[in-house]
């Protein structure tokens, strides 16, 4: 499926968060729900999430890569006790989701509205 862009959003009037998100990250649908699986597995592994979202884990990594990227999701680094480590994933807490939505939302919002009011028919 194709990125979801925050223009998908105009027109439907009860979009649920899931594709909110989607929409105002420009990020595919399954990395939404890569996001909303790690806030109910937090410190997963890949292996974890790939088996908890029946997907192939270089996949999830790459969704996991994408969701780092737009501040969504941290990694930390925890060393096993045989030696070695393993990458632990957390998704960064609802509220400060809805914060950075919220600041997406009112930054596009307020270029449309400078588009509106630079308009100028005599201009074209």
């Known amino acids: 499926m194709a990125e ?17 998100l989607s929409c105002v990250f420009g990020i595919r649908d399954h990395e939404s729900r890569t996001y909303l ?19 192939d884990r270089s996949n999830v990594n790459r969704s996991l890569s994408t969701l780092r990227e737009k ?8 060393l ?16 400060e989701a809805k914060r950075l939505l919220h600041g997406a939302l009112d930054e596009w919002v307020a270029g449309v509205h400078e588009s509106i009011d630079a308009f ?4 074209t």
């Open 4 to 20: 979801a862009e925050i223009e998908d959003l105009v027109g439907d009037v009860s979009p649920s968060f899931e594709h909110v």
């Open 80 to 95: 096993l006790d045989s030696g070695g480590y393993v990458y632990q994933y957390t998704a960064i807490p609802v509220p």
């Open 71 to 78: 501040g969504l999701v941290e990694r930390r680094r925890r």
């Open 120 to 123: 100028d028919p005599d201009e």
């Open 37 to 55: 699986t790690l806030i109910e597995h937090r410190g997963s592994t890949v292996a974890e999430l790939a088996d908890t979202l029946d997907r």
